[in-house]
């Protein structure tokens, strides 16, 4: 079983940059694919992207293309989305997860964190 713990959540202005970090405990980190999603209020939540075990492939949905990067540091059991050129719609709650294969279904995750909070303004 690996925790998640999510933090760099925050106010910025439409055009900032955030960087989220999704702390894990536990020993196998390495053997998880990473997944990031999102959660408007009154909305349901949705992916965002996700890396493999080693941190050479990731894949960003289209909201977020050319805007938001994956990465990951096994040494540090830490994955990090870094969040450029954010706009008011970006605004949610946004939580890390664990799967054991490639996926872009949430259905497939587990050992959701908390949550951190985003919000944007315009």
């Known amino acids: 079983q690996v925790q998640l713990v999510e933090s760099g959540g925050g106010l910025v202005q439409a055009g900032g940059s955030l960087r989220l970090s999704c702390a894990a405990s536990g020993r196998t980190f390495g053997s998880y694919v990473i997944g990031w999603f999102r959660q408007a209020p009154g909305k349901e939540r949705e992916f965002v992207g996700c890396i493999n075990w080693s941190g050479g492939g990731a894949y960003v949905a289209d909201a977020v293309k050319g805007r938001f990067t994956i990465s990951r540091d096994n040494s540090k059991n830490t994955a990090y989305l870094q969040m450029n050129n954010l706009k008011p719609e970006d605004t949610a709650v946004y939580y890390c997860?664990?799967?054991?294969?490639?996926?872009?279904?949430?259905?497939?995750?587990?050992?959701w964190g908390q949550g951190t909070q985003v919000s944007v303004s315009s």
């Open positions: 997860a664990t799967a054991g294969m490639w996926s872009l279904s949430l259905r497939d995750y587990s050992n």
